[in-house]
């Protein structure tokens, strides 16, 4: 047959095979609860996934820990691939569906190669045993901790029923939020993934009633610890962390706001009130909360005189990145007031965009400026929900030094 022939009659032929074949069936995926877990470390972390659908077409999930619901609301299925980016931090979980079955990864699209292994099972609804094998030792309460590496002190806070454990841990710059666990027999499990972080810890309670444990964050951080009961266990006061270096009674910076212009603190804008200048990272779950709370406080008071700054501190330096990121907070949560592009994650080269203070041991860290533009306090880290009572009381200290600092008269 002469060659162009033959082409026309296979390009033909191709034509009417695919107009005969049917498009790849769209999968659905079942809705309700998944029992979730990523491989870290050689070690399993569970979680709780619940996928519902919006509508016949699209679907919406939360990520569950303990009281805490993380809305991801932007799930995608095709074919038979399901994607479900995580919140406003830029991660991911990429997975193939298999009738009740999820198997794929967790990534961090921010660092190269970072990928944990992630599968999920329709209808399971347990954290780390379906039943106990052993009775359960009793470890709710409060225990004095000690992280390897740590040279301060940390607060375990744990509840208890029956075998189901909740609670977190304190630490001078912030706590591990909402993590939900086991106990069987003499050991203990813990564990949350909040969509940019997965923390895991487990220990055995010794024969002298201390805890002896390890922690595993993420693809490669591990350390151990060591906890003793404790019910007057403290954390170091964290308006006393960090602080104006002597000689200095105010701060100054110039960043860039989201629209690439450059603002500094002494601009007319900000003089004559009261500015908390707020250190996070769109990254930090931690930093998170302190948003979602400042947010909600300052929809009921931004009449007043007063204005919050976010300096953001993202994981590139990158400002088209991070302003991509920022943007996308401020979507997700509703937040009103300021965004500044400040550096990076990098604590030593935060350190440096202020250096007034001592150093930048913690994102968050808050600093409350008076109406005369004068420091009167910076508060490291933040306790968030997760922590009962200690979050209760952080709202209340706040709320007394934002009363107090907004009565005051701004010298003329």
Same mark, same amino acid.
């Given at each position: 047959?002469?060659?162009?022939?033959?082409?026309?009659?296979?390009?033909?032929?191709?034509?009417?095979?695919?107009?005969?074949?049917?498009?790849?069936?769209?999968?659905?995926?079942?809705?309700?609860?998944?029992?979730?877990?990523?491989?870290?470390?050689?070690?399993?972390?569970?979680?709780?996934?619940?996928?519902?659908? &919006?509508?016949?077409?699209?679907?919406?999930?939360?990520?569950? &820990?303990?009281?805490?619901?993380?809305?991801?609301? +932007?799930?995608?299925?095709?074919?038979?691939?399901?994607?479900?980016?995580?919140?406003?931090?830029?991660?991911?979980?990429?997975?193939?569906?298999?009738?009740? /079955?999820? /198997?794929?990864?967790?990534?961090?699209?921010?660092?190269?190669?970072?990928?944990?292994?992630?599968?999920?099972?329709? @209808?399971?609804?347990?954290?780390?045993?379906?039943?106990?094998?052993?009775?359960?030792?009793?470890?709710?309460?409060?225990?004095?901790?000690?992280?390897?590496?740590?040279?301060?002190?940390?607060?375990?806070?744990? +509840?208890?029923?029956?075998?189901?454990?909740?609670?977190?841990?304190?630490?001078?710059? @912030?706590?591990?939020?909402? #993590?939900?666990? %086991?106990?069987?027999? &003499?050991?203990?499990?813990?564990?949350?993934?909040?969509?940019?972080?997965?923390?895991?810890?487990?220990?055995?309670?010794? +024969?002298?009633?201390?805890?002896?444990?390890?922690?595993?964050?993420?693809?490669?951080?591990?350390?151990?610890?060591?906890? /003793?009961?404790?019910? +007057?266990?403290?954390?170091?006061?964290?308006?006393?962390?960090?602080? #104006?270096?002597?000689?200095?009674?105010?701060?100054?910076?110039?960043?860039?706001?989201?629209?690439?212009?450059?603002?500094?603190?002494?601009?007319?804008?900000?003089?004559?009130?009261?500015?908390?200048?707020?250190?996070?990272?769109?990254?930090?779950? %931690?930093?998170?909360?302190?948003?979602?709370?400042?947010?909600?406080?300052?929809?009921?008071?931004?009449?007043?005189?007063?204005?919050?700054?976010?300096?953001?501190?993202?994981?590139?330096?990158?400002?088209?990145?991070?302003?991509?990121?920022?943007?996308?907070?401020?979507?997700?949560?509703?937040?009103?007031?300021?965004?500044?592009?400040? @550096?990076?994650?990098?604590?030593?080269?935060?350190?440096?965009?202020?250096?007034?203070?001592?150093?930048?041991?913690?994102?968050?860290?808050?600093?409350?400026?008076?109406? &005369?533009?004068?420091?009167?306090?910076?508060?490291?880290?933040?306790?968030?929900?997760?922590?009962?009572?200690?979050?209760?009381?952080?709202?209340?200290?706040?709320?007394?030094?934002?009363?107090?600092?907004?009565?005051?008269?701004?010298?003329?």
């Amino acid at each position: 047959m002469n060659p162009l022939k033959s082409f026309i009659y296979g390009i033909i032929s191709f034509f009417l095979i695919s107009a005969c074949q049917s498009p790849a069936p769209e999968e659905t995926i079942p809705t309700g609860i998944w029992r979730a877990t990523l491989t870290l470390q050689g070690e399993t972390l569970p979680f709780t996934l619940e996928i519902l659908a &919006n509508d016949s077409a699209t679907y919406k999930g939360y990520l569950k &820990n303990g009281e805490e619901r993380i809305l991801i609301d +932007e799930i995608t299925v095709r074919g038979d691939s399901i994607l479900m980016p995580m919140l406003f931090f830029d991660t991911e979980i990429a997975a193939r569906i298999n009738g009740d /079955q999820l /198997q794929g990864t967790w990534t961090k699209n921010y660092v190269e190669g970072y990928a944990l292994p992630f599968a999920a099972t329709y @209808g399971e609804n347990y954290r780390f045993i379906k039943t106990a094998a052993e009775e359960p030792a009793q470890i709710a309460g409060k225990w004095a901790t000690r992280f390897e590496g740590d040279s301060i002190i940390s607060v375990g806070i744990f +509840e208890q029923n029956g075998n189901h454990l909740t609670g977190s841990f304190l630490t001078a710059t @912030g706590d591990y939020r909402f #993590l939900e666990g %086991n106990v069987e027999g &003499n050991r203990m499990m813990l564990s949350t993934f909040d969509g940019e972080h997965a923390y895991l810890f487990k220990a055995t309670l010794q +024969e002298d009633g201390t805890l002896q444990g390890d922690y595993w964050s993420g693809k490669s951080y591990h350390t151990t610890w060591t906890a /003793q009961r404790d019910e +007057e266990a403290s954390l170091p006061d964290p308006d006393e962390l960090t602080f #104006l270096k002597e000689g200095y009674d105010r701060i100054d910076f110039t960043f860039p706001n989201l629209e690439g212009e450059m603002i500094s603190l002494n601009d007319p804008r900000y003089q004559h009130k009261v500015v908390i200048v707020q250190l996070f990272g769109t990254w930090c779950p %931690n930093c998170m909360d302190e948003t979602r709370f400042y947010a909600d406080w300052y929809r009921k008071h931004q009449e007043e005189d007063v204005a919050i700054i976010g300096l953001a501190y993202e994981r590139k330096d990158d400002f088209d990145y991070a302003r991509s990121r920022v943007q996308k907070m401020i979507s997700k949560l509703g937040v009103d007031y300021d965004f500044l592009i400040a @550096g990076t994650s990098d604590k030593e080269a935060a350190a440096k965009t202020l250096p007034m203070l001592n150093h930048v041991m913690s994102f968050p860290t808050s600093i409350f400026i008076d109406k &005369n533009g004068k420091v009167r306090n910076i508060h490291t880290g933040f306790s968030g929900p997760g922590t009962g009572v200690y979050y209760e009381r952080y709202v209340e200290e706040f709320n007394e030094l934002m009363d107090k600092l907004l009565a005051e008269e701004a010298e003329s």
